[in-house]
C-alpha cells in the first residue's frame, strides 16, 4: 500500500510526453528507478511517490485526490472537464487538436460537418466546440485507437484528433483542415495536496529547471569604453556581473540571455568590439 501522507505525482506510463516528464522529475532533483511494468516508484530522498498512469487517467486522479500533482496534455485536461490547478505549461508535448477529413471530402469549414458524423478521442473537446460555433446537430462519436482509419471505413465523415507531424492523416488519406485547440504538457495540481511544503518545493523545483532551458550563461571580454553598449545587449536581470582584468582596457562580464536569441546577441556583441565569447548550458537556476 502506498503511505498517505507522502507527496504523490502522476506521470505518464507510455507515449509521447513519459520521457520528458520523467526529465523534469529528476531534473527537479527526484531520485528514483524506472522499472519494468511497475506503476508506482518511491523517491530515496524525499519519499515522493511517483505514480506511472494513462495520460487520459492524470487528470481525473488529480481533480478526486488520488495524487496531488500530474504531468499530462492540456487537451486532456480540456477533455475531462476536471477542476483542476495549472501550475506550469512545460514547453514540450506540443501539438493541436484539429479537424480532418477525407483528401477528397467537399468539406471546407465548419458548417460543412452540420448533420455529418464526427468521431474523435476528444468527444467533449469536439462538441465543446461545435457548440460554440453554433452547430448544434453534429453527431459525435467517441472513438479510441485508430481514429483515422475510421473515415476510411465510412464510419465518420470527419474526425478530431491530435496532430503533431501530420504524417498519420497523409498515410490514411486524410488532410488537417483546421485547428480546434492546440495543447502542450502541462503540470496540474489540486489545492490539498499531502503535503504543502513538498508541493511547493518540487513547483519551485521545476521553475527552476523550466527557467534553465530558456536561458543560456554567457561570459565575454568587453572593451572598458564600450561596456554601456555592450550591457545594452545583455541588460541581464537585474544588472550584469562585471569585473576588471589585469588590463585595465578591458572588463569581464557574466550574464544569462534568452538561448533563443543567443545567435544575435554574439553577431551584436563582436559588432561591438567583445571578444572570447563563451555560452554554458545552465542546468538550475532560481530567478
Known amino acids: 500500500m502506498l503511505g498517505t501522507d507522502q507527496l504523490r505525482i502522476a506521470v505518464p506510463s507510455k ?35 511517483i505514480i506511472f498512469s494513462n495520460v487520459q487517467d492524470i487528470p481525473v486522479l488529480v481533480a478526486e485526490g488520488v495524487v496531488d500533482l500530474g ?25 493541436r487538436v484539429s479537424v480532418a477529413a477525407h483528401k477528397d471530402s467537399p468539406i471546407r469549414k465548419p458548417e460543412d460537418l452540420s448533420g ?32 483515422e482509419v475510421m473515415v476510411l471505413l465510412g464510419l465518420v465523415d470527419a474526425i478530431v484528433e491530435i496532430v503533431e ?19 502542450e504538457a502541462v503540470l496540474i495540481g489540486n489545492t490539498t495536496p ?24 554567457l561570459e565575454y571580454n568587453c572593451p572598458a569604453d564600450k561596456l554601456e553598449e555592450a550591457t545594452q545587449i545583455t541588460p541581464g536581470f537585474s ?18 540571455v534568452e538561448r533563443s536569441e543567443i545567435h544575435s546577441i554574439l553577431d551584436r556583441l563582436e559588432e ?11 542546468r538550475h537556476t532560481r530567478l
Open 165 to 183: 507531424t501530420g504524417n498519420s492523416l497523409l498515410e490514411n488519406d486524410l488532410v488537417e483542415l483546421w485547428p480546434v485547440q492546440t495543447a
Open 15 to 49: 507515449g509521447r510526453l513519459r520521457d520528458r516528464s520523467v526529465e523534469i522529475l529528476r531534473g527537479a532533483g527526484l531520485r528514483f528507478r524506472l522499472s519494468g511494468r511497475r506503476l508506482f516508484s518511491i523517491c530515496r530522498d524525499t519519499d515522493t511517490r
Open 272 to 282: 561591438v568590439g567583445c571578444v572570447a565569447i563563451l555560452e554554458s548550458e545552465v
Open 194 to 217: 499531502r503535503d504543502t511544503a513538498g508541493r511547493d518545493r518540487f513547483l519551485r523545483r521545476v521553475e527552476g529547471v523550466l527557467a534553465a532551458r530558456r536561458y543560456s550563461l
Open 71 to 95: 504531468i499530462t496534455g492540456s487537451d486532456q485536461v480540456l477533455e475531462k472537464r476536471v477542476d483542476v490547478i495549472e501550475h506550469q505549461k512545460l514547453g514540450f508535448g506540443k501539438c
Open 239 to 256: 544588472s550584469p556581473t562585471v569585473q576588471p582584468l589585469v588590463d585595465t582596457n578591458w572588463l569581464a562580464v557574466r550574464v544569462l
Open 116 to 147: 455529418k458524423v464526427v468521431g474523435s478521442s476528444f468527444a467533449n473537446l469536439a462538441a465543446d466546440y461545435f457548440r460554440d460555433k453554433g452547430i448544434e446537430d453534429v453527431h459525435i462519436i467517441s472513438i479510441e485507437g485508430a481514429v
